[in-house]
């Protein structure tokens, strides 16, 4: 912000503190309590402009800090997914992630999550407010070292995308819709009662869609629908099928 501190809430171990005058900061022990952190200061007009989060927080439920957190939940969120909460919520609080080691697989991905930069834990100070500067000037900060390895990860990344896109491309419309459903994590009766078809039709889908995709299990297919960027069927959301009059199954009998 241009003529104010910024405001930095570290999430995770944050650096000793230090006297600097222009760097405001709130610090949140986990992942839930960071996006209160977060929520509660631009309720209160004191809006955060940059994240840090720990590379090394315990794995959780990929994207359930897009959601509502309840206070239980403590820990439930890791560092990556807490990041492309943080961008999905609050899309202008730019994240840092601190990390033990330069990991050039883990730095592409904090980067296609939104991330804008890495450095490590145990850097100087005025590196840390150096980075941090930087990313409020919409730069990109990344060890010398990681870049070289952070480009192939990010192209091979990207190879992957394409061909996943190539791949739920050759899917019909009714093949997609049980994509997303299985994206969701329905169960085949699940399915079957939100498309309105049998269970035997669902599975037959189910099979065809392994099939095209080449893959062998449903959580490949998912991981792989991911990957091309296909979201999860929503909750009281009107499948497609409905709304464009397809003929579909009730029991078995056609409606």
């Known amino acids: 912000m241009v003529g104010a501190a910024p405001r930095v809430c570290a999430h995770g171990r944050p650096p000793a503190p230090a006297a600097e005058p222009v760097v405001a900061v709130a610090a949140a022990a986990r992942g839930p309590a960071a996006l209160r952190c977060l929520e509660r200061g631009a309720a ?3 809006r955060f402009d ?11 439920p990929a994207g359930s800090v897009a959601r509502a957190v309840p206070d239980d939940a403590e820990g439930a969120v890791d560092g990556i997914s ?3 909460g943080v961008r999905g919520v609050q899309p202008a609080v730019r994240t840092v992630v601190l990390a033990e080691k330069d990991d050039p697989h ?18 100087s100070l005025q590196r840390l407010l150096a980075v941090v500067r930087g990313v409020l000037r919409d730069e990109t900060h990344l060890p010398p070292a990681l870049l070289t390895g952070v480009l192939r990860e990010l192209t091979a990344a990207r190879k992957h995308r394409t061909d996943s896109e190539r791949l739920v491309e050759s899917l019909t ?3 997609r819709e049980v994509l997303r459903c299985m994206v969701a994590g329905l169960g085949r009766k699940a399915v079957a009662e939100r498309l309105f078809l049998s269970p035997h039709t669902v599975r037959t889908h189910m099979q065809n869609v392994l099939g095209k995709l080449g893959v062998h299990s ?7 629908a991911r990957r ?22 009730r029991g078995g009998q056609l409606a």
Do not use: N
Not at 218 to 224: E, H, P, R
Not at 231 to 237: D, R
């Open 44 to 46: 209160e007009g004191r």
């Open 228 to 249: 091309a960027g296909v979201g999860p069927a929503q909750l009281g959301e009107v499948p497609l099928s409905r709304l464009s009059g397809d003929v579909v199954e």
């Open 50 to 60: 940059v994240l840090l989060v720990d590379a090394e927080l315990g794995a959780g």
């Open 106 to 123: 883990r730095a592409a991905l904090a980067l296609q999550a939104g991330a804008s930069g890495w450095v490590a834990k145990d850097c």
């Open 218 to 224: 449903t959580l490949a297919a998912v991981a792989l």
């Open 173 to 175: 419309p009714r093949e």
């Open 82 to 84: 807490l990041v492309a």
